[in-house]
């Protein structure tokens, strides 16, 4: 039966291709509360990334229905944004990708190095992109000025090479190297919701 207590249960049993074939993504939406929902679709992403792909996409466009059917709490966490954006790239949605970055960015006075980071990747998708090369540039000597990570050396090495600039790519060589050693990295993005304590 469809109602609540079919769908908490086929949860608890991890029944992900019955969630995905018995309810709607309305259903869900009626059924579960903004936490329980968005637990739901981060289960059905990762359980299923490797081993399916009509699951995963599901999840995404649940997360799209989230955001809508819960636009308040949604809204409260610009992580919520950003995290979405990162499951948009994994599945070549690349202009839904660019607009979650850039909403999880339009949220913020002062962002983080971790997002400046992900919007100044947004021109290196396969397609044509969202961003020009110059507005990439920007987001990365901004999320470099917040903080030199792994991930910053990486992109300034590159685009070093793209500028054919010798010097700074072996400059940038040696530093991914060194942080990569020091463990220096760009902080995940998790969303409040979605943080250790607040799945328990």
């Known amino acids: 039966m469809k109602n ?28 579960l ?21 009509e699951i995963p996409d599901y999840a995404v466009r649940l997360f799209f229905s989230i955001k809508n059917h819960y636009s308040s709490e ?3 966490d610009w992580k919520n944004d950003a995290f979405l954006g990162k499951l948009c790239s994994i599945t070549w949605r690349y202009d839904e990708m660019y607009q979650c970055f850039k909403e999880a960015y339009d949220k913020l006075s ?3 190095d971790s ?25 990365l ?18 685009l070093s090479r793209e500028k054919n600039e010798k010097e700074q790519e072996e400059y940038w060589d040696r530093m991914c190297d060194d942080l990569e050693k ?3 990295h760009t902080e995940t993005i998790i969303p409040d919701v979605l943080s250790s304590q607040n799945r328990r």
């Open 4 to 31: 609540r207590n079919g769908l908490l249960q086929l949860i608890s049993e991890r029944k992900w291709d019955e969630i995905v074939k018995k309810f709607t993504i309305d259903e869900i939406c009626q059924f």
């Open 141 to 158: 000597i901004r999320a470099l000025a917040k903080k030199l990570t792994y991930e910053a050396a990486l992109r300034m090495r590159a």
């Open 33 to 53: 509360s903004f936490k329980e929902i968005t637990a739901l679709a981060y289960d059905l992403f990762f359980e299923n990334f490797r081993d399916d792909d």
């Open 110 to 112: 002062d962002p983080p």
């Open 182 to 184: 020091r463990n220096v």
């Open 115 to 139: 997002l400046l980071l992900l919007l100044a990747k947004c021109n290196s998708v396969p397609e044509e992109p969202p961003i020009t090369a110059k507005e990439s540039e920007e987001y």
């Open 74 to 76: 949604w809204n409260s």
